[in-house]
């Protein structure tokens, strides 16, 4: 994925032309793809500019030359083969006149060649001078597809040089254009058109400068949606009529010449049949999306991720269905014509992969179906496809994977249709026309009504499905949080939910009272924290129930660098007695119930609380500066101000939060009492301090914090007290087996980064460390991106306990302190290195495991073979309680 704004990057580009001096065009390029300006300062000025010559030379970066315009091919051929150049491992060499740019990839073997008024049309060559950005690799994929998209993409590439595309109209013209190309190019490898009657049609009838290819390819396209050739010349009376939709509006063909022409004829050279739609959909959409073209393949959805939502909410029970019918040829016939009823439904469908491989399973099941009748009859009725991509509905809100989808329904239609006649000869299905595809529709399904685009009763067979967008309520655009406002309006607290929470709610609205059911792949984050009564308490209200889940997982796929987002997948249908599953890597569990959490057992939502419900202590926030920094030390400043003043050793405490806890790192504070502020004044380095913490209060817009202005020798929000205290981080890796939980002496400081509980008892420092106790945190707690974020009202407070007799709370004090004292063993590694899970040291996983054991056996049920076990008796308790 870019790390760039493509917008920011057009507009920077548009401004090149005004530039006189072309040895500042390749400062300017640093600068669009997001170098900042005090790096190109320091690049002008020679540090970290390795050329020795004038121009730009940055390791493992840029290498530019402003040259006359006689000079350039001269001088970038010279590039390549700089002894400097090489040493430096430059990224890209570009070399430039002020009015046309040539560059070269060596890592890709790339050229290029642009002018300077049209690089903003074409700027995908240079996204490795963006931080954290490359051109993708893709491996493992169908080669087919991979060679496709990228001619495809060096097509695209080609046509935004020459043609300007200001407007969505434009673009829109653009999309469907490109879509007629693939078409054609598959229709004459798979016996759609005859073969190779595109390929000839641009070789023989247009001309090598490609001057008259783009008019020759208008009356093309038009002829295609005419079902009468009279009048007609021959070389375009060949092609077929194809209606369905794809070559009925009329659009503006884009200006091309003899390199889009070569293009096109290097297309057609590729076997366009073995193409996968399903995949091929989604690579196509990166080659005209900007904001994707980072990695060609990395936005598909996989098979076997797109299985694990299909299979559970629909294709299982087919399966089921047809073993049970196998035996009776009317069974067989009946669980036909069901499968010819269903209405497949993906609200959120991009280019269509979800609908494909439904497509797919669902011919292949038929084709099953039918060979067994024949088996049993002996075939006396010729086979037939009764499945129309008719029954298959969606809502997309991007124009070109609208375009896409329906193409690729298209494409897997012919595919299926060449795999049935494979099995049964004697049929014969006519590819063309296309059939007319309406049940797809461009729009936004956050604000589109849903029973519009695929209208059901409440008897019918409808499956909702598929992977909308995550976005977290932090990472919303403007335009999204109205989305949210629009369709959640009338839950409380909506502003607080992730994106797709609508469509989990507008899919509960649209099954409620009916035989629909849906299932969306989402992250976790749903069914975690304060999202969980938020959005799950309408969706229950409405008579519904989860009746499957897939656990956590990583979601990726093949691309070379894929993004391991932690996902769930969620099943929802009314309520109902059958039993539930609920999928993890290694097992199916079959359940009475899956409540909002993800677990077995009762269907509770925790709700925060302020106090705790097993009566523990008041666990708080740490102490807040609110200093503008100025009552905060490292360890040089806190060393530097002892040497000069022995006697501030009384004002200077350890400070820790979070990040300094687990990470091991170092800091102080001032911590200055009104008993003994006159002592601080007389200390010109802390009066000094004193006066920044003043002026930055003052200064705040903040009333609250300008009233703290009176009192600068004291931190803004105070909590300490000169006890024994737990420190539990805000925030923790949730690859840890455990949060690391301290507990510190008196004379340490814990920060609002973590949470702190004083007058602390060793007993409850074993609880809080216990696997039990992280198994609630990671089943109710929130998530900041992946990690577990801790929640004083919603894990502490939570957190059920039984009573606990003194002999138990001193059998727990003791294992507790053989924990701490197992760490005090590995001083050299930080706590973040002690509980990392590939390097938790042997004697200190022990030590916890012992804890672990004595903590379990608290509670009934107990010992526990699993965290799921540990939840069930949980809820039950937290239900009671």
Same mark, same amino acid.
């Given at each position: 994925?870019?790390?760039?704004?493509?917008?920011?990057?057009?507009?920077?580009?548009?401004?090149?032309?005004?530039?006189?001096?072309?040895?500042?065009?390749?400062?300017?390029?640093?600068?669009?793809?997001?170098?900042?300006?005090?790096?190109?300062?320091?690049?002008?000025?020679?540090?970290?500019?390795?050329?020795? +010559?004038?121009?730009?030379?940055?390791?493992?970066?840029?290498?530019?030359?402003?040259?006359?315009?006689?000079?350039?091919?001269?001088?970038?051929?010279?590039?390549?083969?700089?002894?400097?150049?090489?040493?430096?491992?430059?990224?890209?060499?570009?070399?430039?006149?002020?009015?046309?740019? /040539?560059?070269?990839?060596?890592?890709?073997?790339?050229?290029?060649?642009?002018?300077?008024?049209?690089?903003?049309?074409?700027?995908? #060559?240079?996204?490795?001078?963006?931080?954290?950005?490359?051109?993708?690799?893709?491996?493992?994929?169908?080669?087919?597809?991979?060679?496709?998209?990228?001619?495809?993409?060096?097509?695209?590439?080609?046509?935004?040089?020459?043609?300007?595309?200001?407007?969505?109209?434009?673009?829109?013209?653009?999309?469907?254009?490109?879509?007629?190309?693939?078409?054609?190019? #598959?229709?004459?490898?798979?016996?759609?058109?005859?073969?190779?009657?595109?390929?000839?049609?641009?070789?023989?009838?247009?001309?090598?400068?490609?001057?008259?290819?783009?008019?020759?390819?208008?009356?093309?396209?038009?002829?295609?949606?005419?079902?009468?050739?009279?009048?007609?010349?021959?070389?375009?009376?060949?092609?077929?009529?194809?209606?369905?939709?794809?070559?009925?509006?009329?659009?503006?063909?884009?200006?091309?010449?003899? =390199?889009?022409?070569?293009?096109? /004829?290097?297309?057609?050279?590729?076997?366009?049949?073995?193409?996968?739609?399903?995949?091929?959909?989604?690579?196509?959409?990166?080659?005209?999306?900007?904001?994707?073209?980072?990695?060609?393949?990395?936005?598909?959805?996989?098979?076997?991720?797109?299985?694990?939502?299909?299979?559970?909410?629909?294709?299982?029970?087919?399966?089921?269905?047809?073993?049970?019918?196998?035996?009776?040829?009317?069974?067989?016939?009946?669980?036909?014509?069901?499968?010819?009823?269903?209405?497949?439904?993906?609200?959120?469908?991009?280019?269509?992969?979800?609908?494909?491989?439904?497509?797919?399973?669902?011919?292949?099941?038929?084709?099953?179906?039918?060979? =067994?009748?024949?088996?049993?009859?002996?075939?006396?009725?010729?086979?037939?496809?009764?499945?129309?991509?008719?029954?298959?509905?969606?809502?997309?809100?991007?124009?070109?994977?609208?375009?896409?989808?329906?193409?690729?329904?298209?494409?897997?239609?012919?595919?299926?249709?060449?795999?049935?006649?494979?099995?049964?000869?004697?049929?014969?299905?006519?590819?063309?026309?296309?059939?007319?595809?309406?049940?797809?529709?461009?729009?936004?399904?956050?604000?589109?009504?849903?029973?519009?685009?695929?209208?059901?009763?409440?008897?019918?067979?409808?499956?909702?499905?598929?992977?909308?967008?995550?976005?977290?309520?932090?990472?919303?655009?403007?335009?999204?949080?109205?989305?949210?406002? #629009?369709?959640?309006?009338?839950?409380?607290?909506?502003?607080?939910?992730?994106?797709?929470?609508?469509?989990?709610?507008?899919?509960?609205?649209?099954?409620?009272?009916?035989?629909?059911?849906?299932?969306?792949?989402?992250?976790?984050?749903?069914?975690?924290?304060?999202?969980?009564?938020?959005?799950?308490?309408?969706? #229950?209200?409405?008579?519904?129930?989860?009746?499957?889940?897939?656990?956590?997982?990583?979601?990726?796929?093949?691309?070379?660098?894929?993004?391991?987002?932690?996902?769930?997948?969620?099943?929802?249908?009314?309520?109902?007695?059958?039993?539930?599953?609920?999928?993890?890597?290694?097992?199916?569990?079959?359940?009475?119930?899956?409540?909002?959490?993800?677990?077995?057992?009762? +269907?509770?939502?925790?709700?925060?609380?302020?106090?705790?419900?097993?009566?523990?202590?008041?666990?708080?926030?740490?102490?807040?500066?609110?200093?503008?920094?100025?009552?905060?030390?490292?360890?040089?400043?806190?060393?530097?101000?002892?040497?000069?003043?022995?006697?501030?050793?009384?004002?200077?405490?350890?400070?820790?939060?979070?990040?300094?806890?687990?990470?091991?790192?170092?800091?102080?504070?001032?911590?200055?009492?009104?008993?003994?502020?006159?002592?601080?004044?007389?200390?010109?380095?802390?009066?000094? =301090?004193?006066?920044?913490?003043?002026?930055?209060?003052?200064?705040?817009?903040?009333?609250?914090?300008?009233?703290?202005?009176?009192?600068?020798?004291?931190?803004?929000?105070?909590?300490?007290?000169?006890?024994?205290?737990?420190?539990?981080?805000?925030?923790?890796?949730?690859?840890?087996?455990?949060?690391?939980?301290?507990?510190?002496?008196?004379?340490?400081?814990?920060?609002?980064?973590?949470?702190?509980?004083?007058?602390?008892?060793?007993?409850?420092?074993?609880?809080?460390?216990?696997?039990?106790?992280?198994?609630?945190?990671?089943?109710?707690?929130?998530?900041?991106?992946?990690?577990?974020?801790?929640?004083?009202?919603?894990?502490?407070?939570?957190?059920?306990?039984?009573?606990?007799?003194?002999?138990?709370?001193?059998?727990?004090?003791?294992?507790?302190?053989?924990?701490?004292?197992?760490?005090?063993?590995?001083?050299?590694?930080?706590?973040?290195?002690?509980?990392?899970?590939?390097?938790?040291?042997?004697?200190?996983?022990?030590?916890?495991?012992?804890?672990?054991?004595?903590?379990?056996?608290?509670?009934?049920?107990?010992?526990?073979?699993?965290?799921?076990?540990?939840?069930?008796?949980?809820?039950?308790?937290?239900?009671?309680?």
């Amino acid at each position: 994925m870019a790390s760039f704004n493509y917008k920011e990057v057009e507009q920077k580009l548009q401004k090149l032309k005004e530039i006189t001096n072309p040895e500042e065009i390749g400062y300017r390029l640093l600068s669009a793809f997001g170098t900042s300006d005090t790096y190109i300062n320091r690049y002008k000025s020679g540090k970290g500019n390795f050329a020795k +010559n004038g121009g730009i030379l940055l390791k493992k970066g840029l290498a530019f030359q402003a040259v006359p315009t006689l000079m350039l091919t001269e001088t970038l051929e010279a590039m390549k083969t700089d002894d400097d150049i090489t040493k430096q491992k430059a990224r890209l060499l570009v070399v430039s006149d002020g009015k046309t740019v /040539l560059g070269y990839d060596p890592k890709f073997d790339e050229s290029y060649e642009n002018s300077i008024e049209k690089l903003w049309l074409d700027f995908h #060559f240079f996204t490795p001078l963006s931080p954290g950005s490359d051109k993708n690799i893709i491996i493992k994929e169908n080669p087919a597809d991979v060679k496709a998209a990228e001619k495809m993409a060096k097509l695209h590439n080609e046509i935004r040089r020459y043609n300007e595309y200001a407007s969505d109209a434009d673009l829109h013209d653009l999309n469907v254009f490109m879509t007629r190309l693939l078409f054609c190019f #598959f229709a004459e490898d798979t016996g759609i058109f005859e073969q190779g009657i595109f390929t000839d049609f641009i070789r023989n009838y247009t001309l090598d400068d490609g001057s008259n290819l783009s008019e020759a390819l208008d009356e093309a396209f038009n002829v295609m949606d005419e079902p009468l050739r009279v009048g007609k010349t021959r070389m375009f009376a060949q092609f077929p009529y194809v209606n369905g939709g794809l070559f009925h509006s009329r659009i503006s063909i884009p200006k091309m010449g003899m =390199r889009a022409r070569r293009i096109l /004829l290097e297309c057609s050279e590729l076997n366009w049949g073995d193409i996968n739609p399903d995949i091929f959909g989604s690579m196509m959409q990166a080659v005209v999306t900007p904001e994707l073209r980072g990695g060609l393949g990395m936005h598909y959805t996989s098979v076997p991720n797109i299985m694990k939502v299909i299979q559970p909410l629909f294709l299982d029970e087919l399966e089921e269905a047809f073993i049970t019918a196998s035996d009776s040829p009317k069974k067989l016939d009946a669980l036909l014509i069901r499968i010819s009823k269903i209405k497949f439904f993906d609200p959120a469908c991009g280019s269509g992969n979800f609908l494909i491989i439904t497509y797919k399973e669902l011919r292949r099941l038929e084709i099953r179906i039918w060979l =067994r009748i024949a088996e049993l009859t002996g075939l006396r009725i010729l086979p037939f496809t009764n499945i129309s991509i008719s029954q298959f509905y969606g809502i997309e809100i991007d124009s070109f994977a609208h375009e896409l989808a329906m193409l690729s329904l298209w494409l897997a239609e012919h595919q299926m249709n060449a795999e049935f006649t494979r099995k049964f000869s004697e049929v014969k299905i006519d590819a063309l026309p296309l059939k007319n595809i309406v049940t797809i529709v461009q729009g936004n399904a956050c604000r589109v009504d849903w029973n519009e685009v695929c209208p059901h009763t409440a008897d019918e067979e409808v499956y909702v499905f598929g992977n909308p967008p995550y976005l977290g309520a932090r990472l919303q655009s403007e335009l999204q949080k109205e989305d949210i406002a #629009f369709a959640l309006s009338d839950i409380k607290g909506f502003n607080n939910l992730d994106y797709i929470s609508i469509w989990f709610y507008l899919g509960a609205k649209y099954i409620e009272k009916s035989n629909a059911k849906y299932a969306f792949v989402s992250t976790n984050s749903i069914c975690q924290g304060e999202q969980v009564g938020i959005l799950w308490h309408p969706i #229950f209200d409405l008579g519904l129930e989860i009746n499957f889940a897939h656990l956590s997982f990583k979601w990726t796929n093949n691309a070379k660098y894929n993004a391991g987002v932690t996902c769930v997948v969620i099943g929802v249908s009314t309520i109902s007695k059958n039993k539930k599953r609920l999928y993890s890597e290694n097992k199916v569990e079959i359940v009475d119930v899956i409540n909002a959490y993800l677990t077995k057992g009762s +269907n509770t939502i925790v709700k925060a609380r302020s106090k705790s419900i097993s009566k523990f202590p008041v666990l708080s926030f740490g102490s807040m500066p609110n200093d503008g920094g100025a009552l905060l030390l490292d360890r040089y400043e806190k060393d530097e101000l002892l040497n000069a003043h022995p006697e501030a050793s009384v004002f200077i405490k350890k400070f820790l939060g979070s990040q300094e806890f687990i990470r091991g790192e170092e800091r102080y504070c001032l911590w200055i009492e009104d008993a003994n502020q006159q002592l601080a004044n007389s200390i010109e380095p802390i009066v000094k =301090r004193i006066d920044k913490v003043y002026n930055s209060r003052v200064e705040s817009k903040r009333k609250p914090t300008q009233a703290l202005a009176q009192f600068p020798y004291r931190f803004g929000e105070i909590r300490y007290k000169p006890t024994d205290a737990i420190i539990i981080p805000r925030v923790s890796s949730e690859r840890r087996e455990y949060i690391p939980i301290g507990f510190l002496d008196k004379n340490i400081v814990v920060s609002d980064s973590a949470f702190a509980l004083y007058d602390a008892e060793m007993w409850l420092f074993g609880i809080l460390t216990s696997k039990i106790h992280n198994a609630w945190v990671r089943a109710v707690g929130g998530r900041l991106k992946t990690d577990m974020r801790y929640s004083a009202s919603l894990c502490y407070n939570t957190f059920p306990f039984p009573k606990l007799s003194e002999a138990k709370k001193k059998e727990i004090e003791a294992l507790a302190e053989e924990v701490l004292m197992v760490r005090e063993n590995h001083t050299e590694k930080t706590l973040a290195e002690m509980y990392d899970p590939d390097k938790m040291p042997q004697d200190l996983r022990e030590a916890h495991h012992t804890l672990d054991l004595a903590v379990d056996s608290c509670y009934p049920s107990a010992p526990f073979a699993s965290d799921e076990e540990r939840l069930e008796v949980l809820f039950k308790m937290y239900e009671k309680m």
